[in-house]
C-alpha cells in the first residue's frame, strides 16, 4: 500500500557463486528449467546466500494460480458481499491460492528467480468499503486474524508446504508483513465513511472531544501509557457487535491499542497516526502494541523458517518501533539459523527522492527499503524522454543509505509493482502512444535488462514476463496468470504476444520470459552483478548511452553494462579500466577488444544493451 509522495493518494482496494568460465553449464540449467524439470535435487545453500544474490518475484496468490477450487469462497457462503469471491470483479478475489503457487514453482525458478515475495497471506477481512463501494482483501493487507492463513488461500499447513517446497529448491521465501494498521473494524460516531484527522493539538489525550471537553485519562503525557485507559478523546470509538472478537491475537480487538483519530491525510502528524482511508491504524507507541507485533512476526519465522520480510506502509509507523521490531526480527532468524534474514520496507514515493527513503534505514533503522527511486528513475528514461543522467543522479546518492553505498546493494530494486504504478508495459504504452508493439517490447527488455544487472535486488513483478500491461491504478495492475474472468483485463492489449489474459499465462517461451530468464542467470553466475561495486561510466541529459562498470569483489574484473535509451543507434568510445583489454559478450553485442588501453568503442542499437565480460 502507498501514500503519494506529493500528498497524491492512491488507495489499494491495495546464491556460492560459478565464475563466468562455467557459463556454458548454466546455459545448460537454463534449458532444463525451460523443460520444467523439478530442481529439488541440485538445491544450493541458500541460508548462506546474501540479500543481494538474490532475485525476487513477487506475486499476489489470489491472482497467481488456483490450486484448490473448495477454497475460492474461503469456506463462506452467500453472494459476493459475504464470501468476497467474484471473479468476474477486479476487486474481489478470484480462486488463486498457495497450492496454487506451489504447482507453478518450476515456472517461477525456470525464470531465473531464487526468491518469492508472496503478497499478505494473513486472514483478511473478506469484503470492506460503504455500500455501493465494497471491494474484497484479495490482496491481503485487511488483516483480522495474524496468526493464520486467509481461508480463501488455504491453512496454515498449506503455508508450511509451499515455504519447505520453495526451500527444497534453493530458493528463498519473503512475507509480505503489515504492523501500521489491521482491517477497518472500529467506527467512530461522529462521522461516516470519510471522518476526517483530529490532531493532537484539537484533541489531547486528556480531554474527551476536544480541549474543552471532560477531563479523561489523568497524567497520560504520551509515554506513560498505563494511565490511558479512555480511547475516546478524538472521536467517539465503537466496534460492531458481530466484529468485537474477529481480531487475532485477541489483545488486537481492544480499541486503546489504536490511534482513533480518522482518516490519514500523509501530511504532518496524520501521518503517522491517520487511519490509511479507515483501516485501524495500531498505536505502534505503545508498548504491548510493540511486544505483541514482535510475538506475531517472530511467531511465523520460528514456524516456518521464511527468509524476509518485505514491510508494508513502513513510513505510516513511528521510527521507535522499528528500532524495537528490527532487531527483535533478527535475533529470532538468528536463533532459527537464518543469518541472512532480509527486511524490507515499503516507504513510497511518487518521484526519484532517494533521501526520502534514505532517511527510513538512517531513523528508523530499516535494514533495507523498496528503491522507488529506480522505478520512476528506470521509467523516466526508458518509458519517458528523461536523459541517462537522471540514473546517475540517483546513484549518486546511494552513500545516503546507512552503511552507505555498501547498502544500497541490498535495496529491492523494481520496474512493476501492485499499486498505481502497475506494469511497466502499461506505463509504456501511455507514454508512447505511437509506438508500434515492437517498440514497447524493446523498452520494455531494456528496463528489465537495468533491473537484472544494476546495483540492488532485481523484483519481477508477476506478470511482467507475459507482457502484461494495464490500464493504470492497483486494481488494474493485478491480473490473472490464470484464465481472467474480468472483461477490462481481456481487453488488454499484452506485449510481445497475441495472447490476452483470457487464457492462462504461463509461457516460458513468451520473449520477455526468456530474456529475464536469460538475464538473471548472467546475473546470479556472476560476484560483479551481484554484490560488485558500481561506477557511472557515461551518462548524459538527453536519451542515449548510460554506461556503468561493475566489479567482481575478490577478482576486481570488470563487467561494462551498456544501455541505449534513444531510439537512435549509438557509436561512441567509453571508458574503461586498462586492464581490461577483451571483452566477452553476456548478452547483446560486445566490442571483443579495448580499441587502446582504458577505452572501448561501443555500438548499440536503438533500446539496445550489452553486458560485457572483461579479461
Ligand atoms: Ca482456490
Ligand atoms: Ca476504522
Ligand atoms: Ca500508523
Redesign the pocket.
Known amino acids: 500500500m502507498r501514500r503519494a509522495g506529493d500528498g497524491r493518494v492512491s488507495f489499494p482496494v491495495s546464491w556460492s557463486l560459478p565464475t563466468s568460465r562455467t557459463w556454458s553449464s548454466l546455459a545448460l540449467a537454463a534449458t532444463i528449467a525451460f523443460s520444467g524439470m523439478s530442481h529439488a535435487a541440485a538445491a544450493p545453500d541458500y541460508r548462506a546466500r546474501l540479500p543481494e544474490d538474490e532475485v525476487i518475484y513477487f506475486l499476489l496468490p489470489d491472482r497467481f494460480e488456483n490450486g484448490d477450487r473448495s477454497n475460492d469462497r474461503g469456506g463462506l457462503s452467500g453472494d459476493r458481499l459475504k464470501t468476497g469471491y467474484d471473479p468476474t470483479s477486479k476487486g474481489f478475489f478470484h480462486g488463486g491460492d498457495l497450492k496454487g503457487v506451489a504447482q507453478r514453482l518450476d515456472y517461477i525458478q525456470g525464470l531465473g528467480a531464487t526468491a518469492v515475495w508472496v503478497a499478505p497471506v494473513f486472514q483478511n477481512k473478506p469484503v470492506q468499503g460503504p455500500p455501493g463501494q465494497e471491494s474484497a482483501g484479495y490482496h491481503g493487507y485487511w488483516i483480522t486474524d495474524f496468526t493464520r492463513v486467509d481461508s480463501h488461500f488455504g491453512t496454515n499447513a498449506d503455508f508450511k508446504a509451499l515455504v519447505d517446497a520453495v526451500h527444497a529448491r534453493g530458493m528463498k521465501f519473503y512475507m509480505d508483513i503489515v504492523v501500521n494498521h489491521t482491517a477497518?473494524?472500529?467506527?467512530f460516531t461522529e462521522c461516516r465513511g470519510s471522518c476526517p484527522y483530529r490532531s493532537i493539538a484539537d484533541y489531547p489525550y486528556q480531554r474527551r472531544g476536544g480541549v474543552s471537553g471532560a477531563p479523561i485519562n489523568p497524567g497520560f503525557d504520551g509515554t506513560n501509557f498505563e494511565r490511558l485507559k479512555d480511547p475516546n478523546y478524538a472521536y467517539s470509538v465503537t466496534v460492531p457487535t458481530d466484529e468485537k472478537d474477529i481480531k487475532r491475537p485477541a489483545w488486537l480487538n481492544d480499541p486503546i491499542y489504536y490511534h482513533n483519530r480518522g482518516d490519514s491525510t500523509f501530511r504532518g502528524e496524520s501521518s503517522t497516526m491517520g487511519?490509511f482511508v479507515?483501516?485501524?491504524d495500531l498505536f505502534t507507541e505503545h508498548p504491548r502494541v510493540v511486544s505483541g507485533m514482535i510475538d506475531i512476526y517472530c511467531g511465523w519465522i520460528t514456524k516456518y523458517g521464511v527468509d524476509g520480510f518485505r514491510i508494508d506502509t513502513a513510513q505510516h509507523v513511528n521510527p521507535e518501533l522499528w528500532q524495537k521490531f528490527v532487531p527483535a526480527m533478527q535475533a529470532c532468524a538468528r536463533k532459527k539459523g537464518i543469518p541472512h534474514f532480509h527486511i524490507f520496507g515499503e516507504v513510497a514515493m511518487d518521484d526519484v527522492d532517494p533521501a526520502h527513503t534514505a532517511v527510513n534505514t538512517r531513523v528508523d533503522k530499516l535494514p533495507s527499503v523498496l528503491d522507488f527511486g529506480f522505478l520512476w528513475a528506470v521509467r523516466d528514461v526508458v518509458a519517458g524522454d528523461h536523459g541517462t543522467d537522471e540514473l546517475a543522479k540517483l546513484f549518486r546518492s546511494d552513500p545516503l543509505y546507512e552503511g552507505g553505498a555498501r547498502a544500497a546493494l541490498e535495496l529491492p530494486t523494481f520496474v512493476s509493482n501492485h499499486d498505481s504504478p502497475g506494469h511497466l508495459a502499461g506505463a509504456i504504452r501511455r507514454a508512447q502512444p505511437q509506438a508500434e508493439d515492437g517498440e514497447v517490447l524493446k523498452r520494455d527488455m531494456l528496463a528489465h535488462a537495468m533491473l537484472l544487472t544494476l546495483r540492488g535486488v532485481p523484483t519481477i513483478y508477476f506478470g511482467d514476463e507475459q507482457g502484461f500491461g494495464g490500464k493504470g491504478g492497483d486494481q488494474d495492475a493485478r491480473q490473472d496468470m490464470f484464465a481472467s474472468e474480468v472483461a477490462t483485463y481481456k481487453e488488454d492489449p499484452l506485449v510481445g504476444t497475441s495472447a490476452t489474459t483470457a487464457q492462462a499465462n504461463f509461457n516460458p517461451t513468451h520473449p520477455l520470459y526468456r530474456e529475464i530468464a536469460a538475464l538473471a542467470r548472467i546475473r546470479t553466475s556472476h560476484r560483479a552483478l551481484t554484490r560488485g561495486r558500481q561506477l557511472i561510466r557515461y551518462a548524459q541529459d538527453k536519451p542515449g548511452l548510460f554506461a556503468v562498470s561493475r566489479f567482481d569483489p575478490a577478482t576486481k574484473r570488470e563487467m561494462l553494462l551498456l544501455f541505449n535509451t534513444s531510439s537512435n543507434p549509438v557509436s561512441q568510445n567509453v571508458l574503461v579500466e586498462t586492464r581490461s583489454a577483451r571483452f566477452d559478450t553476456l548478452a547483446g553485442a560486445c566490442p571483443a577488444a579495448a580499441a587502446a588501453p582504458g577505452s572501448v568503442a561501443v555500438e548499440l542499437p536503438a533500446f539496445g544493451y550489452a553486458v560485457c565480460d572483461a579479461r
Not at 184 to 187: A, E, M, Q
Request: hydrophobic content about 40%; proline content about 0%.
Open positions: 477497518d473494524v472500529i467506527r487511519d479507515g483501516l485501524d
